[in-house]
């Protein structure tokens, strides 16, 4: 499933986008509103448990961490990430959900998932 993308700071409740005001003069004092660096992926709520499981059995596939499980990468690499920009698709996906987990410290949600595979 290909998840669509919003500008940051954007909430989406039915039909319509509500802009979070105070979210989107930070982005684009700090980043400007370049390329995809002013979107972002559904929130987490959209996430399903397939894309879960992925994150402690997918290897990131480039960089410093190639190799490493997603989930086992460091925050301050996700942390890069939301800066930079997530790459597209479902690795960009999986990024994001883990930079979230991570930053809301519910990483430990994972440990279950870490033991049945």
């Known amino acids: 499933m290909a998840a669509e993308l919003y500008p940051v700071g954007a909430c989406k ?8 005001q105070n979210h989107n003069d930070l982005a684009r004092h700090s980043h400007g509103w370049s390329g995809l660096r002013s979107l972002r992926p559904l929130p987490i709520c959209e996430m399903s448990y397939d894309l879960l499981e992925l994150l402690v059995t997918r290897e990131m596939p480039f ?8 989930a086992d990468l460091p925050s301050h690499y996700l942390a890069w990430f939301a800066r930079e920009g997530f790459p597209p698709g479902q690795l960009g996906q999986l990024l994001t959900l883990m930079h979230e987990l991570d930053h809301n410290n519910l990483v430990g949600l994972l440990e279950p998932l870490r033991r049945s595979t």
């Open 63 to 70: 960089g410093k961490y190639k190799g490493r499980i997603i």
């Open 13 to 20: 409740k039915g039909r319509r986008e509500i802009p979070n």
